[in-house]
């Protein structure tokens, strides 16, 4: 058997498992490239605050914070839509706490969560409607953000805004472009749980598509510079008469 007839051979084989992989490469690739990353995360469904800390408004002092909570971790200052907040760790509960009077404002109830909702969503939509989750959490939020508000407004894409029911802080946002675009990541990489580029079944496709890319190299060469295609066409021509 020759060059020829071994690459047309395995070719078409190699072909036959792969078109349909091909073809989910280039519609997934198409749409990852097409839609801009930035709209994709969702960076356009968020205000863009520049709320500064007014010390006037800190009346809590920190070291009545360390008598009152002793052994606190990773203390921060920050604001919790315009009123500034301490937040700190202390063992496996993160708090926080209105640092004008002191008064904890964790875990976070319903109303204060859609109250940073709105005051961070950038759209015209309306809160659709509200859940608290503290476990089996989606696939579009991490675990370790629970528990977390997931507040829902019916606006263009369904997007959702999740709250950190602890640290009252925007923890993500998503909406149908991205949902659409973690199907296409995981077709694209053919790890369809845990969305790792690094996995064998993406390795041996591969493997196969460069040994089928290079075979139709073998048969490029040969249409162009050997013309032998025309003859196979005409002997499939004779078969047919």
């Given at each position: 058997?020759n060059?020829l007839?071994?690459s047309r051979?395995?070719h078409r084989?190699l072909m036959l498992?792969l078109?349909?992989q091909?073809?989910i490469?280039?519609?997934?690739?198409a749409y990852m490239?097409?839609f801009?990353i930035?709209?994709?995360?969702g960076?356009?469904?968020?205000?863009n605050h520049?709320?500064?800390?007014?010390?006037?408004k800190i009346?809590?002092?920190?070291n009545?914070?360390?008598?009152?909570?002793?052994n606190p971790q990773?203390?921060?200052l920050?604001t919790f839509?315009?009123?500034?907040?301490?937040?700190f760790k202390?063992?496996?509960?993160?708090?926080m706490?209105?640092a004008?009077t002191g008064?904890?404002?964790?875990?976070?109830?319903?109303?204060a969560?859609?109250a940073?909702?709105?005051h961070?969503?950038s759209?015209?939509?309306?809160?659709?409607?509200?859940e608290?989750?503290t476990?089996?959490?989606p696939?579009e939020?991490?675990p370790?953000?629970?528990?977390?508000w997931?507040v829902n407004?019916?606006?263009?894409?369904s997007?959702s805004?999740y709250i950190?029911a602890?640290t009252g802080q925007l923890?993500?946002?998503?909406?149908e472009?991205?949902?659409t675009?973690?199907?296409?990541?995981?077709l694209?990489?053919?790890?369809?749980?845990e969305?790792?580029?690094?996995?064998?079944?993406?390795?041996?496709?591969v493997?196969?598509?460069?040994?089928?890319?290079?075979?139709g190299?073998?048969l490029?060469?040969?249409?162009?510079f050997?013309?032998?295609p025309?003859?196979?066409?005409n002997?499939l021509?004779?078969?047919?008469?």
């Amino acid at each position: 058997m020759n060059l020829l007839k071994i690459s047309r051979k395995y070719h078409r084989y190699l072909m036959l498992f792969l078109g349909i992989q091909f073809v989910i490469w280039t519609v997934s690739g198409a749409y990852m490239v097409i839609f801009d990353i930035d709209y994709i995360h969702g960076d356009s469904l968020i205000q863009n605050h520049q709320t500064k800390i007014n010390p006037e408004k800190i009346n809590y002092s920190l070291n009545t914070l360390t008598q009152d909570y002793p052994n606190p971790q990773h203390i921060t200052l920050g604001t919790f839509i315009n009123r500034e907040v301490y937040r700190f760790k202390q063992g496996d509960t993160q708090f926080m706490l209105d640092a004008n009077t002191g008064l904890q404002l964790s875990p976070l109830d319903k109303a204060a969560a859609v109250a940073m909702a709105k005051h961070e969503y950038s759209g015209s939509g309306q809160v659709l409607d509200v859940e608290l989750i503290t476990g089996n959490p989606p696939f579009e939020l991490s675990p370790r953000y629970l528990p977390a508000w997931r507040v829902n407004f019916n606006d263009f894409g369904s997007p959702s805004l999740y709250i950190s029911a602890q640290t009252g802080q925007l923890v993500t946002k998503r909406h149908e472009f991205w949902r659409t675009f973690d199907l296409m990541f995981s077709l694209h990489v053919m790890d369809y749980e845990e969305e790792d580029p690094s996995n064998w079944l993406l390795f041996w496709v591969v493997l196969f598509s460069l040994v089928s890319a290079i075979l139709g190299l073998v048969l490029t060469y040969f249409r162009i510079f050997k013309k032998q295609p025309l003859q196979a066409d005409n002997s499939l021509i004779k078969r047919a008469n």
